[in-house]
C-alpha cells in the first residue's frame, strides 16, 4: 500500500579527521600534522577538497592566529573567486556568499562586508555550523555570532592569512551527504 514515493532516503553523516590529503590551494605553505594545521608567515589561504553539503559542523582549537588570519566558508560556486596565494582571504572578500571571522579586523564578514565587531581569544574551540540554512560561529560553546544571510547550498571550509603565522589544532568536520 506505501510506496517508495512516501519515504525520504536516509540522510547519512560523514565524519572527517583534518589531513594534508583534505586540502587544497595553497598547500606547500602550510603543514599539516595528524589533525591539525599550521601554516609560516607566507600570505596564502587552503579550502577543504570536499564541498559540504546540508547541515554541517566544522571544529577547530584556534591555537595562533594574531593579524590577519581569516577562516570560515562560502558558496561553493564561488570556487573560481578562491585564491590559494596572494590574498589573505582566500579570495573570500571579493565574493558574494561567504561567512568569515577576520582577525585583524576583529569583525564577522559576509561577502567582505562588516558585520559585527568581535574577538576570538587563542586557545578557544571554535565552531562554524549550519542548520536548516543558518550559519553560524561558535566560541567555547557560546553562540559568537549568527549571519542574518542565510544558505542551504554546497560550501567550502578556508583557512587564510597575510604575513603572520596561523596555527589550528584539533580540525575535524561532520556533514549530511
Known amino acids: 500500500m506505501f510506496g517508495s514515493q512516501w519515504f525520504a532516503a536516509p540522510v ?15 598547500t606547500g605553505a602550510f603543514t599539516f600534522s595528524g589533525d591539525d594545521v599550521a601554516r609560516s608567515s607566507t600570505n596564502s589561504a587552503i579550502r577543504t577538497v570536499t564541498a559540504l ?4 559542523t566544522f571544529t577547530m582549537t584556534y591555537t595562533d592566529g594574531d593579524g590577519a588570519t581569516r577562516f570560515g566558508v562560502y558558496d561553493a560556486t564561488e570556487d573560481s573567486t578562491f585564491a590559494g596565494t596572494g590574498s589573505d ?7 558574494t556568499n561567504s561567512w568569515v571571522f577576520d582577525s585583524g579586523n576583529e569583525q564577522y564578514r559576509y561577502g567582505g ?5 568581535e574577538n576570538i581569544a587563542e586557545g578557544s574551540v571554535i565552531k562554524v555550523t549550519r542548520t536548516g540554512s543558518t550559519i553560524k560561529f561558535v566560541d567555547d560553546g557560546s553562540d559568537a555570532y549568527t549571519f542574518s544571510q542565510t544558505f542551504s547550498g554546497a560550501v567550502r571550509v578556508v583557512f587564510g592569512g597575510g604575513g603572520i603565522a596561523l596555527d589550528f589544532d584539533d580540525v575535524t568536520w561532520i556533514y549530511n551527504e
Open 53 to 56: 553539503t546540508g547541515d554541517f
Open 113 to 117: 562586508v562588516n558585520q559585527a565587531a
Open 12 to 26: 547519512s553523516a560523514v565524519s572527517v579527521s583534518s589531513s594534508a590529503g583534505e586540502w587544497e590551494g595553497g
Open 89 to 95: 582571504s582566500g579570495g573570500m572578500d571579493s565574493m
